[in-house]
Nanobody, 120 residues
Framework: VQLQACGGGFVQPGGSLRLSCAAS????????MGWYRQAPGEQRELAAL???????NYADSEKGRFIISRDNAKNTVYLQMNSLKPEDTAVYFC???????????????WGQGTEVTVSS
């Protein structure tokens, strides 16, 4: 199973970016999908999560600004980031809890990270 993320970049404060992450491989189903982020010198932290049923969870700092969604048919998760602030600068990692074909268990997978820089 691989997660391929894209959509990061440089944006001025107040701007928007949309991240996407597609899971591929021997997938039976995907439970939670989402995004974590890691700022320079900081630990990785939750940005947003979405369940297979569409329930969402956001970090407090992002509520009202970020919107997470997913397309289950495409095994893809999106993060729409609006009203970006310099403190949103980080590497964003996508995450998926995947049930592989032929296995009863689920496994956590991570994408390679995509960099978001918010600066004037």
């Amino acid at each position: 199973v691989q997660l391929q993320a894209c959509g990061g970049g440089f944006v001025q404060p107040g701007g928007s970016l949309r991240l996407s992450c597609a899971a591929s491989g021997s997938i039976s189903s995907i439970n939670g999908m989402g995004w974590y982020r890691q700022a320079p010198g900081e630990q990785r932290e939750l940005a947003a999560l979405i369940t297979s049923g569409g329930s969402t969870n956001y970090a407090d700092s992002e509520k009202g600004r970020f919107i997470i969604s997913r397309d289950n048919a495409k095994n893809t998760v999106y993060l729409q980031m609006n009203s970006l602030k310099p403190e949103d600068t980080a590497v964003y990692f996508c995450y998926a809890n995947v049930v592989r074909r032929g296995s009863p268990n689920s496994w956590n997978y991570w994408g390679q990270g995509t960099e978001v820089t918010v600066s004037s």
